[in-house]
């Protein structure tokens, strides 16, 4: 069974930092491009970050501005956000989201982990 | 770079047929597959058509998807609509960057 399980989330001080882990099971982690999509409350999917099978290739969201650093650990089967100078605008759950190996779409994606950020 | 703009919502009575539409602010609908999520609540998303019109298994055949170049549109229609269907539909594409775009989503009443 596929599973993807998000961590690391919680309450943080404007300005502070926050890693985010996501462990995979159930299928070759080393050959899938993963991603962080993140959903501010009551709000819609915004995409965050993607990295690529060997993360040859790592792309970002404008909007972040070099804020946040994805990687990943092929040997261990996870996937990882660090997010820094977080904002308030940055509260939202945070999912890891599995990329299809032919093709374009996002196949599974975990249940997510809310980050908030306040003071 | 461009928008993709959806309904905020949109309603229909069970049994009937509903058509969400997502149009691209810029640049051709057919320069990048179009991608289909549904979310309901509480729940994560998960995908109901990818490359414009391809279902994947598991999803039921009343979901379909196209695209339409001369209003730059994608649309995902659902047929024989049933209560279970409420939930929020996102389109979703990629641009030139390889950077992923999501519509900002459609929220679908069944009533």
């Known amino acids: 069974e596929v599973q993807l399980v998000e961590s690391g989330g919680g309450l943080v001080k404007p300005g502070g930092s926050l890693r985010l882990s996501c462990a995979a099971s159930?299928?070759?982690?080393?050959?899938?491009?993963m991603t962080w999509v993140r959903q501010a409350p009551g709000k819609g999917l915004e995409w965050v970050s993607l990295?690529?099978?060997?993360?040859?290739?790592?792309y970002y969201a404008d909007s972040l501005k070099g804020r946040f650093t994805i990687s990943r650990d092929n040997s261990k089967n996870s996937l990882f956000l660090q997010m820094t100078s977080l904002r308030v605008e940055d509260t939202a759950v945070y999912y890891c989201?599995?990329?299809?190996?032919?093709?374009?779409?996002?196949?599974?994606w975990g249940q997510g982990t809310l980050v908030t950020v306040s003071s | 770079n461009f928008m993709l703009t959806q309904p905020h919502s949109v309603s229909e009575s069970p049994g009937k047929t509903v058509t969400i539409s997502c149009t691209r602010s810029?640049?051709?609908?057919?320069?990048?597959?179009v991608q289909w999520y549904q979310q309901r609540p509480g729940s994560s998303p998960t995908v109901v058509i990818y490359e414009d019109n391809q279902r994947p298994s598991g999803i039921s055949n009343r979901f379909s998807g196209s695209i339409d170049s001369s209003s730059n549109s994608a649309s995902l229609t659902i047929s024989g609509l049933r209560t279970e269907d409420e939930a929020d539909y996102y389109c979703?594409?990629?641009?030139?960057?390889?950077?992923?775009?999501f519509g900002r989503g459609t929220k679908l009443t069944v009533l």
């Open positions: 979703q594409s990629y641009d030139n960057n390889n950077h992923i775009l």
């Open positions: 810029s640049g051709s609908i057919a320069s990048h597959y």
């Open positions: 990295i690529t099978r060997t993360s040859n290739y790592i």
């Open positions: 989201v599995r990329k299809t190996v032919v093709g374009n779409h996002l196949d599974f």
């Open positions: 159930g299928f070759d982690f080393s050959t899938h491009a």
